[in-house]
């Protein structure tokens, strides 16, 4: 079974262009979460979404993210007019359900780099 | 919000001793504590997880105790080996309805020298 897919691995992204962040989760499940994770820090969470359906968006900033996950493909997490502040790594995990009865599965994430 | 506390921020131990992480959470309301393992440059892979009705777990080399009264909870390496060398994180959530997302420590990195 192959696990989280994220790509691309590394992204660069001049200031003001727009990045997308890929993320298939594993087969069969339909919960996806994403986190960032600034150098030498811990994961912070940013949104949740399941099939169609953004469940809690409350660690995503209001501005310039989104986040969709289509009844079909990946999960997308968009990141428009980026700044320098952006660079970071993101990952995503899954899980079969939506709460702790299934632990959250990590991608090898996304690292954006802001030139 | 939940708020999770994590020490030490590095803990370095020779090889075959004991490492401990300890960690604190403020909400009451958190019941899942997973702790991932993540090694330089790569995903966190979940190495161990408790839950409430429970107080301690134990996989092999490494344990997990819970003191939901004190909202602490701690990991435990026992005969730890270079391959341990990697930053830990403990997380926090509850797992009723929607709000299971997970908030993390800070992490700690764990240097096993020979």
């Known amino acids: 079974n192959a696990g989280v897919m994220q790509n691309p691995r590394h992204l660069v992204r001049r200031r003001g262009q727009e990045a997308r962040l890929r993320c298939s989760p594993v087969k069969g499940h339909s919960h996806v979460y994403w986190y960032r994770q600034l150098p030498e820090e811990g994961l912070k969470f940013m949104v949740y979404l399941q099939k169609e359906n953004i469940i809690d968006e409350s660690g995503m900033p209001k501005e310039r993210f989104s986040a969709e996950f289509p009844k079909e493909g990946p999960s997308i997490l968009r990141i428009q007019q980026v700044v320098r502040g952006d660079s970071a790594a993101y990952f995503c995990?899954?899980?079969?359900?939506?709460?702790?009865?299934?632990?959250?599965?990590f991608g090898d994430g996304t690292r954006l780099s802001i030139l | 919000g939940e708020n999770v506390e994590q020490h030490p921020s590095t803990l370095s131990v020779q090889e075959g001793d004991s490492a401990v992480i300890k960690c604190t959470y403020s909400d009451s309301a958190s019941n899942y504590f997973p702790w991932y393992k993540q090694e330089l440059g790569k995903r966190p892979q979940l190495i161990i997880d408790i839950r409430s009705n429970v107080g301690e777990k134990k996989d092999q080399r490494i344990a997990v105790t819970l003191n939901k009264t004190a909202k602490h909870f701690s990991l435990h390496i026992t005969e730890t080996q270079p391959e341990d060398s990697a930053v830990y994180f403990c997380?926090?959530?509850?797992?009723?309805?929607?709000?299971?997302?997970?908030?993390f420590g800070t992490g700690t990195r764990l240097q096993v020298t020979l």
């Open positions: 997380a926090a959530s509850p797992s009723t309805g929607t709000a299971s997302k997970l908030t």
């Open positions: 995990a899954s899980s079969a359900m939506g709460n702790s009865n299934q632990p959250q599965h």
